[in-house]
T-cell receptor, first 111, second 109 residues
């Protein structure tokens, strides 16, 4: 069964901490994505990557960075966590034109 | 940037009834996809319909696409309590998918 695995289901971090959210896929997909999901706002794209070492900004990249050193792994980094980054974070991968495969999500709380 | 918009925002039905959700979008697309999300979980891909297709079936799901009206509908027939979830449409105006805000479906036993 194909999988996208996010390293943590729940995470609590302090304001100002550097936070790493890890995502690994086992489908050899070229494309990987990071979304955040907030009530009333739906899914918003933070960053995406079409290949190793390539990254592109999505709709809300401020306060985030990403790393894709290997094809199967796409990391989201919060350089200095803030309370407005409390959210559900969803990683996905795809090989166009098929649908996306999502991970189970990481619910991050910044206190 | 919001591309797809689902309607209604919330829908409550009895088990055995059919559920219909609609999606409208703004720009031309290559395909349109529907996803389901159970509470607190990731999204699960349900069905993809290409822009040159008008209707597609998968089990109890039926999706229609009207590119002239820039709209799609998802029909779930003979609903079950396990269908309770949020349903999202997603379109690809560029290389990446853009999701709507979803329809929250509740199927009462």
């Amino acid at each position: 069964d194909v999988k996208v695995t996010q390293s943590s289901r729940y995470l609590v971090k302090r304001t100002g901490e550097k936070v790493f959210l890890e995502c690994v896929q086992d489908m050899d997909h070229e494309n990987m994505f990071w979304y955040r999901q907030d009530p009333g706002l739906g899914l918003r794209l933070i960053y995406f990557s079409y290949d190793v070492k390539m990254k592109e900004k999505g709709d809300i990249p401020e306060g985030y960075s990403v790393s894709r050193e290997k094809k199967e792994r796409f990391s989201l980094i919060l350089e200095s966590a803030s309370t407005n980054q409390t959210s559900m974070y969803l990683c996905a991968s795809s090989s166009r034109p098929r649908g996306y495969t999502f991970g189970s999500g990481t619910r991050l709380t910044v206190v | 940037s919001q591309q797809g918009e689902e309607d209604p925002q919330a829908l409550s039905i009895q088990e055995g009834e059919n559920a219909t959700m609609n999606c409208s979008y703004k720009t031309s697309i290559n395909n349109l996809q529907w996803y389901r999300q159970n509470s607190g979980r990731g999204l699960v891909h349900l069905i993809l319909i290409r822009s040159n297709e008008r209707e597609k079936h998968s089990g109890r799901l039926r999706v229609t696409l009207d590119t002239s009206k820039k709209s799609s509908s998802l029909l779930i027939t003979a609903s079950r309590a396990a269908d309770t979830a949020s349903y999202f449409c997603a379109t690809d105006p560029s290389e990446k998918l853009v999701f709507g805000k979803g329809t929250k479906l509740t199927v009462n036993p």
